[in-house]
T-cell receptor, first 113, second 111 residues
């Protein structure tokens, strides 16, 4: 199984809502990533988890809260978002020792109204 | 200066021609280099990696690396319409376990 899955595919939320994005991989990868991608821009790294511990936080606002419940799952909890947070949110994973060869999920298209 | 620079394009090539995509980087400590392909509305997919100076070939794709000049390129031979996508150059900074993506070059292969 060489797939990273993400749910939901699309999400529309108001600025006062709380929602979560989910990511799952069954490739035995021990590094998992959250990226944000705006239209016609490259992916921007948000968070890196290594062995279920947060290793990199790219100064992301606290309204985004990551969680790694186990080695296969990665969540991104969203609260009090702004319209400018509307974007494609991508999850990726990679093998130990091959952190730059990342497998991406299909993404969640988020719209904040 | 941006860490990783690419011409955003679009780069338009006729079917069957060679497409040449270029990327320059600023961190001389970078040791490995990657090309990801992203179709419109899809997520990025790793297509090539290169670690040492020179050429690396994989099917119709050739990655070229010149560390002295700090550039890496991707050649696509016999370009097909299915190669139409955005190609992202990715370079890990020398001291951090993360990728820095270039802005990407949009390639259009015309019939």
């Amino acid at each position: 199984d060489t797939e990273v899955t993400q749910t939901p595919k699309h999400l529309v939320m108001g600025m006062t809502n709380k929602k979560s994005l989910k990511c799952e991989q069954h490739m035995g990868h021990r590094a998992m990533y959250w990226y944000k991608q705006k239209a016609k821009k490259p992916p921007e790294l948000m968070f890196v988890y290594s062995y279920e511990k947060l290793s990199i936080n790219e100064s992301v606002p606290s309204r985004f809260s990551p969680e790694c419940p186990n080695s296969s799952l990665l969540n991104l909890h969203l609260h009090a978002l702004q319209p400018e947070d509307s974007a494609l949110y991508l999850c990726a994973s990679s093998q130990e020792g091959r952190v730059y060869e990342q497998y991406f999920g299909p993404g969640t298209r988020l719209t904040v109204t | 200066q941006k860490e990783v620079e690419q011409n955003s394009g679009p780069l338009s090539v006729p079917e069957g021609a060679i497409a040449s995509l270029n990327c320059t980087y600023s961190d001389r400590g970078s040791q490995s280099f990657f090309w990801y392909r992203q179709y419109s509305g899809k997520s990025p997919e790793l297509i090539m990696s290169i670690y040492s100076n020179g050429d690396k070939e994989d099917g119709r794709f050739t990655a070229q690396l010149n560390k002295a000049s700090q550039y890496v390129s991707l050649l696509i031979r016999d370009s097909q319409p299915s190669d139409s996508a955005t190609y992202l150059c990715a370079v890990p900074p020398g001291t951090a376990s993360k990728l820095t993506f270039g802005t990407g070059t949009r390639l259009q292969v015309t019939l």
